[in-house]
Each structure stands twice: as C-alpha cells, then as structure tokens.
C-alpha cells in the first residue's frame, strides 16, 4: 500500500509545525511585539501562549522539524488532546505509520464482523477493548500508557525483527517459552534443555529468521541491541538497558509466572500495528505519543 498523496491527506505532517507555530503564538497579535504583558496579565496565571513566548524569547525551544514541534508545543506543555483528533486518526490512513485506518479493521463488538470484537470507531470502543475472549482493555485511563496493549502494539515489533505479521510463530517453541515463564522461569534443566537453546537456534520462532543471540548477545550496546543478553539465563533475567539505566532499573523481559505481562513473551507473538508497518520505521511515530498522551490524561471523551 502506497501512502496518501500529502496534498489530500487530513493529517499530512509537512508544514505542521509552521501552522502550530500560528495557532499558538498567533504571530499576528500585537502582544507578540509588545516587550511586556499587560498589567492585567502579569495579575493572572500566565496563559500557554505566555509562557510559549517567554521561553521562545529566553531561547529555551529549538524547533527542528515537525516532530519536535509536536513534543515541544503540545507534549511538552501538556496540551489537552480532544477525543475528536483520536477519532480523526482512528479514521485516517497513514496516521501511525502507512497502512489502512484502524476502523477498517476494529469498527465493532461483534467478532463475527471485527477482528478481536474491538470497535474503535467510538470513544466507548476504544475504551472498552476487546470483546472476544480473551477480553480485555487496551490501556487503564490515567496510567502510563507505553506498557499497556495498545501502547505495545503501537510500537513494539515482534521477535525476531522483520518477521511478517501473517508468519504464524512456531506454537511448540513459543509455548515452550510460555510454559517455563507461566511455571516461575527457573534457572533448571527443563530450561537449560529446552529453552535456553532456542535463543541461540535460528529459525526457532519462525522460518527465516535468526537466532536471538544474533542481535542480543551482550549487556553492551554496541554491539547487543538494548544491551540485552540472551546467552544466559542471568542475562535473560537481568533484562534490557542494564548499562544505561542501571541494573537496578534495567527493563525485565521475563516476570516469573506471568507470560502476558513479560516483554520476552509478547515480542514473540504481538506484531505492530497497523499491519505492515516495516520495523525499521520510527515506532515513536508523533500521532502515536498524542494518542498515548491522551490515554495518559484519562482518555477523555469529550
């Protein structure tokens, strides 16, 4: 699928960043010009406009390309995201990356007619999840947003990097993973035997594919991606990003007896949405961080 031209898309981003630039600094208002605020508005709470100019003035923002103004004028100053953008994107092709709008897939409850009974046509929809069993929701309103269902399909990739989203994961090795995570991912023969070796196999989760020791072999970024290791089970265990954020506080892939919730698991079996997205694609894609910003902020259907 081809993206939509520019000129004819809703949510074409070129130029966005000069059209924010006039809706929030109103480059025509003489109070841009004017060396102070009125006094009436040094007595008030400085508005967002205000306090955009003062830090423009103070050269605190560095504008380079729409995507930093999106951060830097609306994530930043914690702007209210409106459910009618959420809509608009639910709506829109391309709007996280090209493929089809999400509708076109989710647009009801009913099963028989959308894939996973999931509507996200509706604010309701989008808030009440999936319906077929295993029901669940996509994200809780007001918590962070990036770990939740939807924010993990938004951007995660599945394992091993590059793998169709139509490849059917080997069920024998993916559950073999499954199966030891679900029993407290011991350090014992069953996993030595009949897991540890998957990781350093190629084509062990789906034809064509490398092992994952290809890309995570160290704690060390270069050369191991997130510096994860999956030599070993203490490297397993240890996680990701061990070196950059501190083992302490190092990213778990694997939480003893719970699969759904391990990042190790969900990367197996979870590809990115919308489907087709290549994984070299940036996943922080700006209508992805607005839509997880919104669900951040409560997921609002006003």
């Not at 109103?26 to 009125?38: E, M, Q, W």
């Not at 830097?72 to 709008?101: C, K, S, W």
């Not at 060390?220 to 510096?227: A, I, V």
Request: net charge negative; aromatic share 6%; with cysteine.
């Amino acid at each position: 699928m081809q993206p939509n031209d520019p000129a004819s898309s809703a949510l074409a981003w070129p130029g966005l960043a000069t059209l924010l630039l006039v809706a929030v600094t109103g480059l025509t208002s003489p109070a841009i010009l004017a060396d102070k605020p009125d006094q009436d508005d040094q007595q008030a709470s400085p508005s967002v406009n205000t306090d955009w100019i003062e830090d423009l003035r103070a050269g605190k923002i560095t504008l380079a390309g729409d995507d930093a103004a999106v951060d830097m004028l609306i994530l930043e100053r914690h702007i209210p995201i409106p459910y009618d953008y959420i809509a608009t994107l639910m709506r829109t092709p391309n709007a996280f990356g090209q493929g089809v709008a999400c509708i076109i897939c989710h647009s009801s409850n009913n099963p028989a007619k959308s894939y996973r009974g999931l509507d996200l046509s509706t604010c309701e929809g989008i808030r009440a999840g999936a319906t077929e069993p295993p029901a669940r929701r996509l994200f809780e309103p007001g918590q962070p947003a990036i770990k939740g269902v939807l924010g993990r399909r938004m951007r995660n990739n599945r394992m091993p990097l590059g793998v169709h989203f139509s490849t059917h994961p080997k069920a024998e090795s993916v559950m073999a993973v499954l199966n030891w995570i679900n029993a407290g991912a011991k350090n014992d023969d069953s996993f030595k035997d009949q897991v540890l070796p998957l990781f350093r196999t190629d084509n062990a989760f789906a034809p064509g594919s490398p092992a994952c020791t290809h890309c995570h072999m160290s704690n060390q970024e270069p050369p191991s991606f997130h510096e994860l290791d999956m030599t070993s089970y203490e490297g397993i265990m240890l996680g990701a990003d061990s070196v950059a954020k501190g083992v302490d506080k190092a990213t778990k892939i694997v939480i003893p007896g719970q699969p759904l919730d391990s990042g190790l698991y969900q990367h197996l079996v979870e590809d990115r949405m919308p489907p087709g997205i290549p994984p070299t694609d940036d996943r922080d894609h700006p209508n992805t961080l607005i839509l997880l910003r919104w669900i951040e902020q409560g997921a609002n259907c006003q």
